[in-house]
Structure formats: C-alpha cells, structure tokens
C-alpha cells in the first residue's frame, strides 16, 4: 500500500507540489490583499471599482512575486539559463489571469453584490487552475530533444 502510494507522490509530484505551492501564493496574495483592505479601506466589504482595482493590483504583484521563484524551482524544476525571458513570460501569464480575475471581481462585487471575500474565493480558484495551465504549456514547457 505504501508502495502504491509512493508511486503516485512520483507520479503526481508536479501537480502536488504545484498544489502546495499555489496554497502558499494564494495566502501571500490575499493576506496583502485583505491586509492593504484594512489598512487603506477600512476593510471593505463591499469596495468601489477604483478600490477593487488597488486590490487586484496588491493582490496580483504580491503573489506574482512569490510564485515565480517558488514555481521556477519547486514546482517545474526548470533549469532554464535564460531566466529573463522565462520571467517575462511568467509575469506575462500572470498578467492575463489576474485580467480574468480582475473582471470576474468587478462583475461578482460590483455588478452582482457579492461580498468582496466570498468573491476572491471563487475567482481565486479559476485564477489558480488559469495559472497552472498556462506555467505548464508556455512558460516551464519542457524542451523535447
């Protein structure tokens, strides 16, 4: 049982160290996010769109800044020598999910009233699932010899 066990931790590393790793990211990002809500916002739960937008940018820039080191060497072990460009690309996808994120936000709070933490849950999860996707097919793609 145990050897069936190792086998899929083998198996599955990628997916479950990326799991972990993103668990972390995701409470980095939101701890600034909820803490820059306290500190500036009176801890909103209903913020206005220029607030929402300072939010989606604390949120964004702080887990972008955690997760690519963390991602590089924990979760796709690249070995990239070019690491510019990797980043680059990195922060590029980033980019695109916290857009995705940032319009699924504005329309949960903004248009639908949904609290601005119950929202950052569900967005949060289709921002994580957009992030491994898109790490995995442009950014630490494996070269094939």
Not at 111 to 134: M, P, Q, R, W
């Amino acid at each position: 049982m145990i050897e069936k066990i190792k086998a899929l931790c083998v198996k599955y590393r990628e997916l479950i160290v990326y799991i972990i790793v993103g668990g972390l990211t995701t409470v980095v990002a939101w701890g600034c996010k909820f803490l820059w809500n306290f500190l500036f916002f009176g801890n909103a739960a209903y913020p206005t769109v220029a607030q929402n937008t300072v939010l989606s940018i604390v949120e964004n820039v702080s887990g972008i800044a955690f997760a690519y080191p963390t991602n590089r060497k924990w979760v796709f072990r690249s070995t990239n020598p070019n690491i510019f460009a990797e980043l680059t690309t990195f922060v590029g996808s980033r980019l695109a999910t916290m857009v995705m994120g940032y319009l699924l936000n504005l329309l949960f709070v903004n248009v639908l009233g949904v609290s601005v933490f119950v929202s950052t849950v569900i967005v949060g999860i289709a921002v994580v699932v957009g992030n491994y996707v898109l790490s995995k097919l442009f950014v630490f793609r494996k070269k094939k010899d």
